[in-house]
């Protein structure tokens, strides 16, 4: 293997030479080249060890379908697991290992144990380490060290990653031929495209046919200059189309950074990109992916698909052997042998079948031996050094076989079994491929609307057939494109086929109109299966699945495809079986004595290639995965010390800690400080929906459970919320603004779901109503001043609002000035301390707050979290919905029956499911107190409940539970199978620490019930 | 009931009063928040009878769906779903507007309702915002909203409302409390266009 001279069409550049270390060795390349390219040319053969056995493998293809050549690049934030080497640009100072080798490439164990592989068959792990059950960890970690390729990176990745969204009239992938020819029909007709392609430069096989071929090269040259200038294309090199879903939404992975030496990449660039195309149409120009002859050894290094060892040649100036053996069952090969002898190689060409015409070769010196196929590899030195062949004969779709056998010596085995069209794409909207026999492969079904599929996927095997097929398909195209002129229209199919010399004339159609253009004939034999050496026949290079594990999974009775792949894991690495899945059916048919297409395929999922988890996440990781929502006072927050928690996506203070304490001390001081003097609490973040309209009040008192007919204006309420089946969904204060006016509030968590809860009703069940919701959340500001002082504060801060407890008694709210803002201030308690909430513009937020602050100083004012919050609240025995309860709890589970009123006009939501059997059961959890009988021990929330010490029977669990500190002791909340009745009684928890703690149970109002300091100080 | 008789010097601030605004100020991508407009939400049932005089009454006209009408200057209305209407309009004039709204609208079934707190108003432009906004939000801005043209979608994943005014750039309504995230994604989105 090495590099040649100067070729006709080389895409390196031998003006840029590179270095790059492969295994810890130095070697040279050119810009242009692949890792891979530039491995053969330095005469590398070995690149990686097979997943099983251990066996040498070398490169065998060019593209994205390698196998074997999967390395490991660089290190620690810039480390690439299982990258193929042959789609790996070479920028100097590339560092590659290779991805497989236990304990290194060059010495492999699993080698070691050659003797005992041929009991490693298919289901050999299965079978083997069953027994003893118990020892299965350990089989499992030995065989975990095993198995597999590149470590995964031990650090964090270094670089970034993003999306972007595009629309287009036309999305083609494929950068081919029928891409390009698609690209420019349809952008001179109008339509705006979007053209895809994961190599680096676009041209797709194409650039081989350049090397040879005058006319080939002048069209890509003029077609590719016309679509760089064209105002309506938008091109993506490096780019692979990795999904198709509904709507022709198309995903592609652009490589923007991955070419570049590290120290080039700029840290500001993502280093890939994930498209996200929505196209109003979409062509597939994917192309195929050739498959390799099946017969034993078929894995040895120097074994290449023979279209790879073209590109090698053309592409990159490399000769992948002197004395090279092409086998093969279809007009293909000959292109490579033609080439190679420009290059000066006379190849040996051994074709399964008879009657190709060969003159042209024959009569340079080129052996071609027809009516014969490779049915061993013979190793020498780490490579393949010598072929087997005999003869074959094709009778109707058999072959048999001779059994004389003849040895050609060799340095390189180009094979190719037929193309196999890629369908991946069409497939992953769930269509089926299905088998064509004139093709031997399976061909698109490209049944989905506003799909459509060109060139060598839909079995064109030359330049000119491609390219008239993209542009038909361009044409088809945009026909459908309403914004494209019907004048352009009908001159785009006309001009696609002036501009291709040698194309196929397009057929008339039955209807008037044009058929597709007839694909030219490789004449691809019928599948070679062999029945020797199918035990060394490798199907699946990545998973080293062999012809014999096939055959083992039928005899074992998988019948299904879906069933072999399993068993024997055909498909299963990371290349997804892209050479080998269909050879791999072909021997199941062999074997079951069936047609392919009987047979059939395996299932073809996103993604078509491995995408990066760093491309997925795109921009959204850190403290940007999730929005995280901030109230206007968040700046002073921060300012006053506090740390936060996250309630749904909303960052709320959850203590504000002095120097040297830590939450329970916060806490502590926070809650006794409330009750005591006073306490200042943000509320901004609870869901506010505005509800107006003739039938606002009729609505409150469907969704929910309690009466609203009366509640007049300047008077609020607190609200249960069941969902239709009965189960407490949400509860908050609604004000009264006017009869036909009202404030909602809902939970922090619970504001959006509340809010669509509401408009599905309004909008689906009860259009006759009168009523719009508002969401105004982000509107209010609310500073909640709590506590026995809190008055005296408002009388400072307000003047138009009388605060006295005759004239603003709890649960009124009303409208003033509040420090020169306009406000509505509440009277509303969530401790049971005298409090008031002040709602204003969130532009004023923050200064009410600073301001409340400052003067709330003269009475030791102290600002308290959500956390002293939980405690205030749990000590008056007030549930939080999601926390006390669970979707499973009624409003008389809760203790709350006193909320529900029975006797409406209409019935609320959830008052039918209330009357079932189920939930009038006397023993469903009810929520009551407990109180542990060591009154300094304090329970963790959700710890299990029992009857009895020595009980394992669950009878509820721990909802809440705090030290309270105006208690001095303990207290929780805790839902009891017929809790409510069992008052005054001893039951146990055992949470997991394994404790076993005596309760009693008691009323779940801890403090105060006597409601006496609702009205603070005297 | 005491009187004070203080007179308090309030302070007013945005969503985005805490961001460093420096992060998207460059030819490639210019943000700036609007920091003087108040938002009045117009529920409401265009055909119903009284409407057109009422509307006339505020002197704004109802746009089509996913129009808008009048001036950024004076009054700016919305289309945001089939009866609902944004009114962007001077901070100063909208006590008054939501005053005469009301008025206007007595009998009509309706709900006019203060949102001035509920949003940061962005105007986005500079020569990468397309590039920059193509990478956020999924609906095409590029190709579909013209001048004219009002949107709901998501930043990432935050609601916005996108409308353009001017043929080279946008604006943006981000909700309050999903500003400093929107904020944020985008000073992330533009690192590479510096």
Not at chain 1, 81 to 98: H, K, V
Not at chain 1, 695 to 722: H, I, Q, S
Not at chain 1, 849 to 858: A, L, N, S
Request: net charge negative; with cysteine.
């Amino acid at each position: 293997m090495k590099r040649l001279s100067t070729q006709p069409c080389e895409r390196i550049d031998r003006s840029a030479p590179l270095y790059f270390q492969w295994q810890g060795k130095r070697y040279q390349g050119y810009a242009g080249d692949t890792l891979a390219s530039a491995m053969l040319a330095n005469d590398i053969a070995l690149v990686g060890r097979s997943f099983k056995y251990g066996r040498q493998r070398g490169i065998m293809a060019a593209g994205t379908e390698e196998a074997n050549a999967l390395v490991t690049l660089e290190t620690a934030g810039y480390h690439t697991p299982n990258a193929r080497a042959t789609e790996t640009e070479l920028y100097d100072g590339m560092s590659a290992i290779a991805g497989s080798g236990v304990p290194s490439l060059n010495s492999d164990m699993r080698a070691w144990l050659k003797p005992f592989h041929r009991f490693m068959a298919a289901g050999f792990y299965y079978k083997m380490f069953k027994w003893p059950q118990k020892l299965w960890p350990v089989y499992e970690d030995n065989l975990r060290k095993l198995s597999g390729f590149s470590k995964a990176p031990d650090s964090n990745d270094a670089e970034i990653y993003d999306h972007q969204y595009h629309h287009a009239d036309i999305a083609i992938v494929g950068g081919g031929p029928a891409g390009l020819a698609a690209a420019l029909n349809a952008a001179n007709a109008g339509a705006s495209v979007i053209l895809v392609d994961e190599r680096h430069a676009v041209g797709g096989e194409m650039i081989s046919d350049c090397a040879g071929n005058e006319a080939a090269k002048a069209w890509f040259a003029e077609t590719l200059a016309a679509l760089e200038a064209h105002d309506n294309v938008r091109m993506f090199p490096r780019t692979t189309a990795y999904a198709l879903h509904d709507q022709n939404l198309l995903l592609a992975l652009e490589r923007r950074q991955d070419h570049l030496p590290l120290g080039a990449r700029n840290p500001h660039v993502s280093r890939q990109r994930s498209h996200r195309i929505r196209a109003k149409q979409v062509i597939l120009a994917t192309g195929s992916h050739e498959r390799p002859m099946m017969f034993a050894n078929n894995d040895l290094p120097g074994v290449m698909l023979a279209g790879a060892m073209r590109r090698y040649l053309n592409e990159y100036a490399v000769l992948c052997g002197d004395n090279p053996v092409i086998a093969g069952n279809n007009d293909s090969i000959y292109d490579l042998a033609a080439d190679l002898l420009r290059a000066g190689i006379k190849a040996t060409v051994v074709d399964c079948r008879s009657g190709y015409d060969a003159g042209a070769l024959t009569s340079q010196g080129v052996t071609v031996r027809q009516g014969y196929a490779v049915v061993d590899a013979i190793e020498k030195q780490g490579r393949v050094g010598a072929v087997k062949i005999a003869q074959t004969t094709l009778k109707g779709n058999k072959w048999t076989q001779g059994s004389a056998q003849e040895v050609l010596s060799c340095d390189a085995l180009a094979t190719s079994g037929g193309f196999s069209p890629l369908v991946h794409l069409d497939c992953h909207t769930g269509s089926k491929p299905a088998f064509d026999a004139d093709f031997q492969a399976f061909m698109p079904a490209c049944d989905k609307p506003n799909r459509f599929v060109a060139g060598s996927i839909r079995g064109h095997s030359d330049w000119q057939g491609s390219a008239a097929d993209g542009a038909y398909a361009a044409a088809q195209a945009v026909e459908k494109i309403p914004s494209v002129s019907p004048f352009t229209k009908g001159s785009t199919l006309q001009q696609s086929q002036e501009v291709i010399e040698g194309s196929p004339p397009l057929q008339k159609g039955e209807q008037g109109g044009f058929n597709s253009p007839q694909p030219k004939s490789l004449n691809t034999a019928p599948f070679l299966v062999l029945e020797q050496g199918r035990g060394k026949t490798f199907i699946d290079m990545q998973n080293d699945v062999k012809a014999s594990d096939i055959e083992l999974a039928i005899r074992e009775n998988y019948r299904s495809i879906e069933h072999i792949k399993r068993y024997t894991a055909l498909g299963f690495g990371t290349d997804q079986g892209k050479t080998g899945n269909v050879n791999g059916i072909a021997i199941a048919a062999e074997v079951m004595g069936r047609d392919i297409a009987e047979v059939g395929t395996t299932t073809f999922r996103p993604m078509y290639t491995p995408v990066t988890l760093g491309a997925l996440a795109g921009e959204e990781i850190g403290l940007l995965f999730d929005p995280q929502r901030f109230t206007p006072m968040q700046a002073s927050h921060i300012a006053n010390g506090a740390d936060f928690e996250t309630v749904g996506q909303w960052m709320r203070p959850w203590y504000f800690p002095k120097a040297g304490e830590d939450m329970h001390a916060a806490v502590q001081r926070e809650c006794l400080a409330t009750r005591s003097e006073l306490g200042m609490m943000d509320a901004s973040t609870l869901g506010k929906i505005d509800i107006q309209g003739p039938d606002a009040r009729e609505f409150l008192a469907r969704v929910y459970t309690n009466a609203w007919e009366k509640l007049a204006p300047g008077k609020c309420r607190y609200g249960l919320m069941c969902g239709e089946d009965g189960m407490i969904k949400d509860d908050g204060v609604t004000a009264c603004i006017s009869d036909t006016h009202f404030l909602m509030t809902t939970t922090t968590g619970g504001a959006a779901s509340v809010f669509t809860h509401l408009e599905t009703w309004l909008q689906t069940e009860w259009p006759e109503l009168n009523v719009y919701l508002t969401s105004v959340t982000d509107h209010w500001s609310t500073t909640a001043v709590v506590g026995p002082k809190a008055r005296r504060v408002m009388e400072q801060i307000c003047d138009d609002i009388d605060f006295s407890a005759e004239n603003f008694p709890f649960m009124d709210w009303r409208e003033g000035t509040v420090l020169g803002v306009p406000a509505r201030v509440m009277r509303i308690s969530f401790s049971g301390e005298l409090s008031y909430e002040i709602n204003v513009q969130a532009n004023y937020g923050r200064y009410i707050w600073d301001k409340v602050t400052e003067i709330g100083r003269q009475y030791n004012v102290t600002h308290y979290g959500t956390e002293s919050m939980h405690v205030l609240r749990a000590e008056k025995g007030y549930i939080i919905v999601g926390q006390d309860t669970d979707g499973s709890i009624t409003p008389q589970d809760a203790n709350m029956g006193w909320a529900v009123s029975t006797n409406k006009t209409y019935p609320f939501l959830g008052q039918r499911a209330l009357s079932r059997s189920d939930s009038m059961r006397p023993d469903r959890k009810q929520l009551v107190g407990l109180y542990t009988q060591d009154p300094q021990k304090v329970l963790p929330e959700g710890a299990q409940l029992v009857n009895a010490e020595g009980d394992n029977a669950m009878i509820g669990h721990v909802t809440s539970s705090y030290m309270s500190p105006i208690l001095g002791r303990s207290i929780a909340m805790a839902v009891v199978k017929g809790g409510l009745s069992r008052m005054g009684e001893t039951i146990y928890a055992k949470p997991l620490s394994g404790e076993v703690v005596p309760l009693t149970i008691v009323d779940s109002i801890f403090y105060d019930q006597a409601k006496e300091k609702l009205d603070g100080e005297a | 009931m005491a009187k004070h008789n203080i007179v308090y010097d309030s302070v007013y601030e945005t969503a985005l009063e805490q961001a460093d605004l420096s992060a998207l100020n460059s030819d490639a991508v210019r943000v700036t928040e609007i920091r003087d407009r108040g938002f009045v939400v117009l529920r409401l049932r265009p055909a119903t009878a009284g409407v057109s005089e009422a509307m006339a009454k505020l002197g704004i006209e109802l746009p089509d769906a996913l129009g808008m009408t009048g001036s950024a200057d004076t009054r700016l209305v919305k289309w945001i779903s089939p009866d609902e209407y944004l009114v962007t309009l001077p901070l100063a004039e909208k006590d008054t507007f939501i005053t005469d709204a009301k008025a206007a609208l007595e009998g009509i079934f309706s709900a006019v309702v203060d949102n001035s707190g509920g949003y940061s108003l962005l105007n986005i432009a500079g020569s990468e915002y397309q590039e920059l906004l193509s990478k956020l939000t999924f609906y095409d801005l590029r190709g579909n909203l013209p001048v004219g043209k009002v949107v709901s979608t998501l930043m990432t994943k935050a609601p916005v409302i996108f409308y353009r005014t001017a043929e080279d750039s946008l604006m943006c309504m981000v909700r309050w409390s999903f500003a400093d995230y929107a904020w944020k994604i985008m000073v992330k989105a533009a690192e590479e266009y510096r």
